[in-house]
């Protein structure tokens, strides 16, 4: 059964840094597409981030340059460094994983991942 537990949210100023965690169990941790996504209130859940079982990395373009996805095997688990948040960062961040589609591999859409965590909350004030 896999499980993922995201930690590290919390409240920043604009300008300030967070470091999200995701420890994943209960799969083979190596083979599978791990990624973030996030959802602000009234609107659809966005993917953020995905990391690749090869460790290559892609970002939506609203994050590039200030977010970074790392991959720890030894802990079995993700990272996601954010820099120089903003205000429209502020939402519920989630982690997610499964293994590569067939037809897409690795994704930022929502729909393509079955496993998620419950959620860590990220507020940026200004």
């Known amino acids: 059964q896999v499980q993922l537990m995201e930690s590290g949210g919390g409240s920043v100023q604009t300008g300030g840094s967070l470091r999200l965690s995701c420890a994943a169990s209960?799969?083979?941790?190596?083979?599978?597409?791990m990624g973030w996504f996030r959802q602000a209130p009234g609107k659809e859940r966005e993917g953020v981030a995905f990391i690749d079982s090869a460790g290559i990395s892609t970002y939506t373009d609203s994050v590039k340059g200030r977010f970074t996805i790392s991959k720890d095997y030894a802990k079995e688990a993700i990272d996601l460094q954010m820099n120089s948040l903003k205000p429209e960062d502020t939402a519920m961040y989630y982690c997610a994983a499964d293994l590569p589609s067939p037809w897409v591999g690795c994704s930022l859409r929502a729909n393509v991942y079955k496993n998620w965590g419950q959620g860590t909350q990220v507020t940026v004030s200004s």
């Open positions: 209960g799969y083979t941790f190596a083979y599978y597409c």
